[in-house]
């Protein structure tokens, strides 16, 4: 994000400096989870924006230390939200593809290109290279999991939070975070072990 699509022109320092902070990892969980570039700066942006309308006030230390789990719950809520609006928008209009004479390839297209995408290999004697492809196939995986599973381990294995606090922040239970977050590392682990 640029100067001019920050969330507020005279954001207090300490803020501003929290969000400058958090903004590539959120922007990255935000497009693992609705896999476009436009829809996940706006869900950083408008998250960014509730965060400093509603807490922006705090002082301190003390409350200042509050942003960081707020902003995720926020963030959370706010790809939640995108997800049910998407979800109301297909009860309306997918059922149409299917209808006799409206079948199309298209509907694979994403599919194949994300397989694509990660089977690709650059085959390098060096080791860099391999990690990095190993990198590569590790993050189509995560994109891949189930959104759910996908968000417990970016809360809980990217930005380290607790088990109560990945489960405060989606509204779900802790056996729930446990779950999700041991599914996903399993897939990842399964990528890892394939490649390695």
């Known amino acids: 994000m640029t100067a001019d699509t920050a969330p507020q022109p005279d954001l207090p320092e300490a803020l501003d400096q929290f969000l400058a902070s958090v903004e590539r990892k959120a922007y990255r969980m935000?497009?693992?989870?609705?896999?476009?570039?436009?829809?996940?700066?706006?869900?950083?942006?408008?998250?960014m924006i509730k965060l400093a309308r509603s807490y922006g006030h705090y002082q301190g230390t003390e409350e200042a230390s509050q942003w960081r789990p707020l902003f995720y719950t926020i963030l959370q809520n706010c790809i939640m939200d995108f997800h049910r609006s998407q979800s109301r928008w297909r009860k309306w209009f997918v059922?149409?593809?299917?209808?006799?004479?409206?079948r199309s390839d298209k509907d694979e297209e994403g599919e194949l290109e994300m397989a694509q995408y990660a089977n690709q290999q650059e085959f390098s004697p060096e080791q860099y290279l391999h990690t990095e492809q190993l990198g590569q196939q590790a993050l189509a995986a995560i994109e891949a999991l189930p959104l759910q599973q996908q968000q417990c381990f970016m809360l809980r294995s990217w930005e380290g939070f607790s088990l109560q606090e990945t489960a405060d922040m989606m509204k779900i239970s802790t056996g729930s975070v446990k779950t999700h977050h041991f599914r996903a590392l399993q897939k990842l682990q399964q990528v890892i072990y394939e490649q390695a």
């Open 95 to 102: 059922a149409e593809r299917f209808l006799p004479g409206n």
């Open 30 to 47: 935000a497009m693992m989870a609705v896999k476009s570039d436009a829809d996940a700066l706006d869900i950083v942006q408008d998250s």
